[in-house]
């Protein structure tokens, strides 16, 4: 069949138009696999969308197109080879061919309104690129009455005066996308564009800097305007949509060029587990400077870094959902940069608890990122980190919702102390890093707590005076609160640290006393702490410790919080206010000895009765040095 034609006036307008989407393009090359025969199901494009594939000699690729109106389409070759090494074919809907030939720079069709069939098929073992658009659209000068593009359509006018008004309908895509929008005019023409969303987000670019807007999209309705700065002799305007970003393959190097400074490339990979700690590198092969970024859309920075010269770019970032993340590269090198770029999928981040401390181990110059999960809105999460005096380690956290990042917070004094922390009105994924780039390397202990802000405030007031009465006869406040959640669990169940204390011994009257074992785990690291409660003496005698709580519960759990030579916990009693004695809720050898850092939690006898005094038994000869405890959790169900 021969081709339908058009002015030459139109031809070559069409053509430097896809020239000009073909130099200005901000995606890489995205090679589809070969195919040795035709696909038996049609590639999905939308018009003015970029498609792209690498065939073998004899493979064949078929994309489905909806056209919205009748008119002259142009299928333009957009690869660098030669249009020629492969065949097309367009059938429509009743599978009748309406074009069969060899593929041209600009095949022109006319075409109705409807669906068609584009199969293209390799002579030779060739890459290729193509869109297929159409002269069509209309801008006005009336800001309350636009005029109307769309994706694939290509306005052409003269003789520009006064600003030109247009809503750009893009169709929806199942993935995000960069929208082009290429505005050019003849020589000594300099147009401003502006284009803003329905969430009034706003995009700008001077025809003199850049004849380029781009934005990403899924979908959706846009305000442009152009308006005439120095000439006006001709406009031309064309919206074009990138297609999908290429996939990287984890451990797989891929090669790309960026064309100048204002070129970007956009590459898309898939994480298949939350967590994963994700490491990319990219290289220039010539020296030139990277900016190499990561995240959850294609133009998005959520995780940034740079590359000097013959530095590499070097970015780390846990990923915390499954799904799909976009790694782009640019340049500030006005000539371009060729590069090569690698991404690896690391271990998976270690779950950080809540409410326990965790030992970890940062390695010189790099980081150890965890996971936190909070289930419950309307949360404080804090972060404490306590390492070596001689070191310098940083600590961040940041709050992620629907792929989003919507809250972070991060501490960079100098030394290995750090605390953050974040509001969290919704419940969702955290991750927690800590930075050892400056350090040699360092062991840490890391705790991560939540609560409500009023159990937080009640718990910073809960310490008793110094002349507290003894934790038997202490007597809490009716409208006391737990300490931790005053919310029951869906088993009714709520956490409470105790409020006051009182030991047979104690080590002194503030340092080492039996109130340092009231409230929340303030020890963050193993070792003979002044924040943990200890006997007058070690190794001499069987010590109890009593702890008082704000509301009485039938006990259904305690979790006592060891922080130096664990183990030595022999019995746990709870006292019975129907008979004012103790009685024993377990008794035995505790399982955490040889531990550093343990939450000791054995299971309970059952109780038919509320308390709100808990005893331990310490046998300090049994586990040699001081057996240090820093809180107690008591967990019960109110009744």
Not at 321 to 350: M, R
Not at 529 to 547: F, G, H, I, R, Y
């Amino acid at each position: 069949m021969k081709l339908l034609s058009l002015s030459t006036a139109r031809q070559n307008t069409l053509l430097a138009c896809s020239a000009m989407i073909l130099m200005l393009c901000l995606w890489p090359f995205r090679l589809a696999q070969a195919a040795p025969l035709l696909q038996t199901e049609a590639q999905p494009l939308l018009l003015g969308e970029f498609g792209s594939a690498s065939l073998t000699e004899g493979g064949a690729v078929q994309y489905a197109l909806t056209l919205p109106l009748d008119g002259a389409y142009t299928v333009a070759f957009t690869g660098a080879g030669d249009p020629g090494d492969f065949a097309l074919t367009i059938t429509d809907a009743d599978d009748s061919e309406l074009y069969n030939d060899a593929l041209q720079s600009e095949v022109i069709v006319d075409l109705t309104a409807g669906d068609y069939l584009f199969t293209f098929t390799a002579q030779t073992g060739a890459d290729l690129a193509f869109l297929v658009g159409i002269e069509a659209g209309s801008m006005t000068t009336d800001s309350d009455a636009p005029g109307a593009l769309f994706n694939g359509s290509v306005f052409v006018t003269k003789d520009v005066e006064a600003p030109l008004y247009a809503t750009v309908t893009v169709e929806p895509s199942s993935y995000p996308q960069q929208v082009l929008v290429l505005v050019q005019g003849d020589d000594g023409d300099v147009y401003d564009v502006e284009a803003t969303s329905e969430d009034f987000d706003y995009y700008y670019t001077s025809t003199d800097e850049s004849e380029l807007v781009r934005f990403v999209s899924s979908g959706g309705a846009y305000q442009l305007v152009v308006s005439p700065q120095t000439g006006g002799a001709s406009l031309q305007v064309s919206v074009f949509l990138s297609g999908p970003a290429p996939v990287l393959e984890f451990g797989v190097e891929t090669k790309g060029v960026l064309s100048d400074a204002n070129d970007t490339n956009t590459y898309q990979i898939t994480v298949d587990t939350p967590g994963t700690v994700v490491l990319a590198t990219a290289t220039a092969d010539d020296g030139a400077d990277l900016t190499l970024s990561a995240g959850f859309l294609p133009d998005a920075q959520t995780w940034s870094t740079y590359g000097y010269g013959d530095e590499p770019a070097l970015l780390e970032f846990i990923a915390p959902d499954a799904g799909v993340y976009y790694i782009s590269l640019a340049t500030d090198t006005e000539t371009g940069a060729a590069y090569s770029v690698l991404v690896e999928a690391g271990d998976v981040a270690e779950a950080l608890p809540l409410n326990l401390p965790v030992q970890g181990t940062v390695e010189a110059g790099k980081s150890k990122g965890y996971l936190v999960t909070v289930e419950e809105s309307e949360q404080f999460v804090i972060v404490i980190l306590a390492g070596p005096a001689d070191q310098d380690l940083d600590l961040s956290i940041a709050q992620y919702v629907d792929g989003e990042q919507i809250a972070s917070d991060s501490a960079a004094s100098l030394g290995a102390r750090e605390i953050v922390g974040l509001f969290a009105e919704e419940p969702g994924s955290y991750i927690v890093q800590v930075n050892g780039a400056w350090s040699d390397g360092a062991d840490f202990v890391i705790v991560a707590s939540t609560g409500a802000l009023s159990d937080l405030l009640e718990e910073a007031g809960s310490a008793p005076a110094e002349d507290a009465a003894p934790a038997e006869d202490a007597v809490p406040a009716e409208d006391a609160a737990p300490a931790e959640d005053a919310a029951p669990d869906a088993e009714g169940n709520i956490e409470q640290w105790a409020v006051t204390a009182e030991a047979s011994s104690q080590y002194s009257d503030d340092s080492w006393s039996a109130q340092q074992a009231t409230g929340a785990p303030d020890t963050l690291e193993a070792g003979d702490m002044a924040t943990a409660w200890a006997a007058e003496s070690s190794d001499t005698q069987v010590e109890t410790l009593v702890l008082v709580y704000a509301r009485p519960v039938r006990p259904t759990g305690i979790e006592v919080y060891e922080t130096y030579n664990p183990g030595a916990v022999s019995k746990i009693e709870v006292l019975d206010p129907n008979t004012d004695e103790w009685v024993v809720v377990w008794e035995g050898e505790a399982d955490t000895a040889g531990e550093e850092l343990a939450v000791f939690s054995p299971e309970l006898t059952s109780l038919d009765f509320v308390t709100d005094q808990v005893r331990l038994t310490i046998n300090e000869p049994l586990i040699g040095g001081w057996n240090e405890i820093d809180a107690v959790k008591l967990i019960g169900v109110l009744e």
